[in-house]
């Protein structure tokens, strides 16, 4: 897909591998818009993405359909390229588990991503052309010590890319699931602080670059899945 003049809709846009992602869609020729939970954040990226901006919370489920219209109305009805990127998690033992926490990052990795998409996707359809970009994790691949709550998140979220795309490539709906190792950037940071960038580990420029090349591969083909680790990080 040649991204210039696609109209794009990035969620989690505010911080780390969504801001990157954005300044490098815009860069391309793409026209932007960003979504995340705070107005403050999104407004200081802005000059730095030059993306359209609007807030509102993934994990509002009962407001999705209301969401995802407004920000069809700001691209005039027409989205080609969907890259669900928000993500929240949480580290806990099995000892500590509590439904909230399930509930919280569910709401946002599995549930409101998908109904969001569900809104999209019918767009996509009309053109019979469209690419969809689900943000998981290498725990997507394999479980870790207190990883209950995240890791079964981005394993759902791995199932609902494949059952995606058996259902969307009659279509020529592109859907690939970009799973990055440990990024430096502000997740898990409860004061959502963005990290220094560390010489062995990657960067939100390693997966920017990744997102995009999936994107920009000729519409004959696409990748499915795609795991990004650093070369080295225990040097």
């Known amino acids: 897909m040649n991204l210039d003049g696609k109209n794009v809709i990035l969620t989690g846009g505010s ?6 992602t954005a300044k490098a869609l815009v860069d391309k020729g793409a026209n ?3 979504t995340g939970r705070s107005n403050k954040r999104l407004s200081k990226v802005v000059n730095y993405t030059g993306a359209k901006i609007i807030d509102f919370d993934i ?29 929240l998690g949480v580290r806990k033992s099995i000892e500590e588990l509590s439904i909230d926490d399930f509930l919280k990052v569910f709401n946002v990795n599995v549930f409101g991503l998908a109904l969001f998409t569900k809104e999209i996707v019918p767009l996509m359809k009309i053109k019979n052309s469209g690419t969809i ?16 709550i995240y890791a079964s998140s981005k394993f759902a979220l791995r ?31 409860s004061l959502r602080i963005e990290r220094e960038d560390i010489s062995n580990k990657l960067t939100t420029k390693e997966i920017a670059h990744s ?22 990080p225990f040097n």
Not at 15 to 20: S, T
Not at 163 to 171: D, G, I, S, Y
Request: charged letters at 20%; hydrophobic letters at 40%; one cysteine or more.
């Open 15 to 20: 911080l780390g591998i969504g801001k990157e």
């Open 32 to 34: 932007v818009l960003i």
């Open 59 to 87: 994990a509002d489920i009962n407001n999705i359909t209301r969401n995802a219209n407004e920000c069809i109305k700001m691209l005039d009805g027409r989205v080609d390229v969907l890259i669900n990127n928000a993500g």
């Open 133 to 148: 970009i689900n943000i998981g994790s290498t725990a997507s691949l394999k479980g870790y010590k207190n990883g209950s």
């Open 159 to 189: 199932c609902l890319t494949q059952c995606w795309q058996a259902e969307l490539r009659p279509h020529n709906i592109r859907v690939c699931q970009i799973n990055p190792s440990e990024v430096t950037t502000a997740f898990g940071s």
């Open 211 to 232: 997102i995009i090349s999936a994107i920009e591969m000729d519409d004959r083909g696409f990748i499915n899945e795609l795991n990004v680790w650093a070369t080295n």
